[in-house]
């Protein structure tokens, strides 16, 4: 990623000052354009809110007039008269309460499937986005920790969509409403006092609350990274056994933790103090507004209802204040959630399709790299001028020593990165001309280290071309020698290989790797040291069946052992990114160069292995050798 692209303002931020911009950023996810189902439900919702107000409004006049009614000092209008007015305004302040429960129940119903739609939306835009980043981003993040960022921006964004479109504006409608009521009944000098005090709660509420946002933000970190740990740690649970580390591994996650649980405290202890604050500044301009209506009781200007009204509308005034107060808490806390997550959303991909990109064109295919120069790190250059062709339908195979820059081949080749030099073109087309979806549906990989998907044998085949039918996983499989032995296990291809197929041995989901490979049938093959980790009887029954898949296509071999190699139509021996000789596997032979040397150390290596193997068959070499014979 560019040093550009790393310093743009963020388009969600949880800074002081930047509420509105955030919201105006995500007006897309609360006025879906290509919705108009949910635009009228998010039209209703505030209907039904709006009525809702209406109600509450009401309310509180009921309840003075049955106040009025039962004062002994009012005029009396004869007992039954004078009984029906409390029960008929009883019944009014009832009915009020049931509409107010009612319109606020069905706002929450009609919202619902907005607040799950913007989720959905959000969460798969962030998908999507993900899969586009480069792999040197991936290499670089912590799955688990990425995953939780996702989880806490999916729910900021839900808190933040229903908030603002629920809430805000039609507090702010009640407030106008109950600033008239008190100019229209009880005169400025309450208005004032009341407009003071909602004034110092909102103030006191903002500051505290970007106070706290710092302290939220340490929080999600410590979260962050305590789950990154436990996620790392799981992936590795058998190279934490190996080395017997679950109590460092416990140590770490706790200290991560202890950092989690230090940022909670001071979240829920800095909440206390913000409660409270926001409960003295109300109870105090209660207190000043109660003792003026008191002494207006005492002077006969207001009655025992406006008292009594006047307290209620206060009350009801401290439910959607103190509302606000949450819901401006809840929208910095959701903008906090999401700030890590939009921050993912505004890298730019490193790879990215030219605007007039066109699909790759198979015809060879014919694969050429053309002075090609490539590095990670500028101070560190790993392909320094390479050329070379694979003819349609030959192999070509990469083999050197570590570093060498072999498998960086096979990355360029897929485009996860682009060349800093010269070209790599596919039947005359430079892979930056064309879209990278039609340039890897025309490759097969089966690399070194197969990891499958936490699910079926038969799905993990089939992921090679999604939708194929059973037989033809079938036909897979067999090409790759696996279907006898998937067809001897109690659940055949319906057998779960466990999380990274775990479940299964090196052979086996290399085996899986090559029937999902033949499913795909691509035009060109990357073998990318697909037999390395294996042992010699294994790679030998997994080399006949990469055999049969690179067949009539074009391939690249990259192999450490050259034993895989020997049938290659041309071999190319890198060292320190340059190709240091090239040649078929005799001709390099009697050159008596770099790899006629790494042939012969790997069969003096190969030979002395099956002399130990055939020795452990051989109960009296062992004992000729003074070691104890097998029982």
């Known amino acids: 990623m560019s040093s550009d692209s790393a310093e743009k303002k963020p388009s969600v931020s949880a800074e002081e000052g930047s509420v509105f911009s955030t919201i105006k950023n995500l007006w897309s996810y609360m006025w879906p354009d290509d919705r108009a189902d949910l635009r009228l439900k998010v039209v209703l919702a505030i209907g039904a809110l709006l009525l809702s107000k209406v109600a509450t409004t009401l309310i509180p006049f009921a309840y003075k007039g049955i106040i009025d009614s039962l004062d002994s000092s009012a005029p009396n209008n004869g007992v039954i008269l004078g009984l029906a007015v409390p029960i008929v305004l009883v019944i009014a302040y009832a009915l009020g309460n049931i509409l107010d429960a009612g319109f606020q129940q069905l706002r929450d119903v009609l919202f619902a499937s907005v607040g799950q739609n913007a989720v959905r939306k959000l969460a798969l835009r962030t998908f999507h986005h993900l899969h586009r980043l480069s792999l040197r981003f991936h290499l670089a993040r912590r799955t688990g920790g990425l995953s939780r960022v996702i989880e806490r921006g999916t729910k900021g964004i839900e808190t933040i969509?229903?908030?603002?479109?629920?809430?805000?504006?039609?507090?702010?409608v009640e407030f106008l409403i109950t600033a008239v009521i008190f100019v229209w009944l009880f005169g400025f000098t309450y208005l004032a006092v009341l407009v003071v005090m909602i004034w110092g709660y909102l103030y006191f509420t903002i500051k505290a609350s970007n106070w706290r946002i710092a302290?939220?933000?340490?929080?999600?970190?410590?979260?962050?990274?305590?789950n990154g740990k436990a996620i790392d740690s799981l992936l590795n649970f058998e190279t934490v056994k190996y080395f017997a580390n679950e109590e460092m591994e416990a140590r770490r996650y706790d200290a991560s933790m202890a950092g989690y649980e230090r940022s909670a405290i001071r979240i829920w202890t800095s909440l206390g103090f913000l409660n409270f604050g926001q409960a003295l500044i109300f109870y105090a301009g209660f207190l000043i507004i109660s003792v003026l209506a008191i002494n207006g009781v005492m002077a006969g200007t207001l009655t025992l209802g406006d008292f009594v009204l006047l307290n209620t509308f206060l009350?009801?005034?401290?439910?959607?204040?103190?509302?606000?107060?949450?819901?401006?808490?809840?929208?910095?806390?959701?903008?906090?959630?999401i700030e890590e997550m939009f921050k993912l959303l505004d890298q730019d991909p490193e790879i990215e399709d030219r605007p007039d990109a066109k699909s790759l064109a198979v015809t060879g295919p014919v694969i050429r790299f053309d002075n090609v120069t490539f590095h990670y790190d500028p101070d560190r250059p790993i392909?320094?001028?390479?050329?070379?062709?694979?003819?349609?339908?030959?192999?070509?195979?990469?083999?050197?020593?570590?570093?060498?820059?072999?498998?960086?081949?096979?990355?360029?080749l897929y485009r996860f990165y682009d060349v800093t030099g010269g070209s790599i073109t596919i039947d005359g087309q430079?892979?930056?001309?064309?879209?990278?979806?039609?340039?890897?549906?025309?490759?097969?990989?089966?690399?070194?280290?197969?990891?499958?998907?936490?699910?079926?044998?038969?799905?993990?085949?089939?992921?090679?071309?999604?939708?194929?039918?059973?037989?033809?996983?079938?036909a897979a499989a067999a090409m790759a020698q696996v279907g006898p032995f998937i067809e001897t296990l109690p659940k055949g291809y319906d057998t779960p290989v466990g999380e990274r197929g775990l479940k299964l041995s090196g052979g086996e989901k290399q085996r899986v790797a090559i029937a999902r490979t033949i499913l795909k049938s691509p035009s060109i093959l990357i073998l990318d040291e697909a037999t390395s980790a294996l042992d010699t009887k294994t790679e030998r029954d997994i080399q006949s069946a990469l055999d049969v898949v690179s067949q009539n296509r074009t391939s690249v071999v990259i192999a450490h052992r050259l034993s895989t190699v020997v049938n290659a139509d041309e071999i190319?021996?890198?060292?320190?990114?340059?190709?240091?000789?090239?040649?078929?596997?005799?001709?390099?032979?009697?050159?008596?160069?770099?790899?006629?040397?790494?042939?012969?150390?790997?069969r003096e290596a190969t030979e002395a292995e099956e002399k130990l193997l055939q020795t452990a068959n051989d109960p009296d070499g062992f004992v000729k050798r003074g070691l104890p014979a097998a029982e």
């Open 572 to 602: 190319l021996v890198l060292r320190d990114g340059v190709v240091a000789e090239r040649g078929n596997h005799l001709a390099l032979l009697q050159k008596d160069g770099l790899y006629a040397q790494m042939w012969s150390r790997q």
């Open 383 to 412: 392909l320094k001028g390479v050329s070379f062709e694979v003819p349609a339908g030959k192999t070509v195979a990469i083999v050197g020593p570590t570093g060498a820059g072999k498998s960086t081949i096979s990355r360029l």
């Open 430 to 474: 430079d892979l930056r001309d064309v879209t990278q979806k039609s340039l890897r549906e025309a490759i097969g990989m089966v690399p070194q280290d197969t990891v499958l998907f936490n699910d079926t044998i038969g799905y993990n085949i089939e992921y090679g071309r999604p939708g194929a039918t059973p037989d033809e996983v079938r």
């Open 215 to 226: 302290i939220r933000r340490d929080m999600n970190e410590s979260d962050t990274d305590a």
């Open 315 to 337: 009350m009801q005034v401290y439910r959607p204040l103190n509302f606000i107060g949450f819901v401006y808490r809840e929208l910095r806390q959701g903008l906090t959630d």
């Open 161 to 172: 969509v229903r908030f603002t479109m629920l809430n805000i504006a039609p507090t702010v």
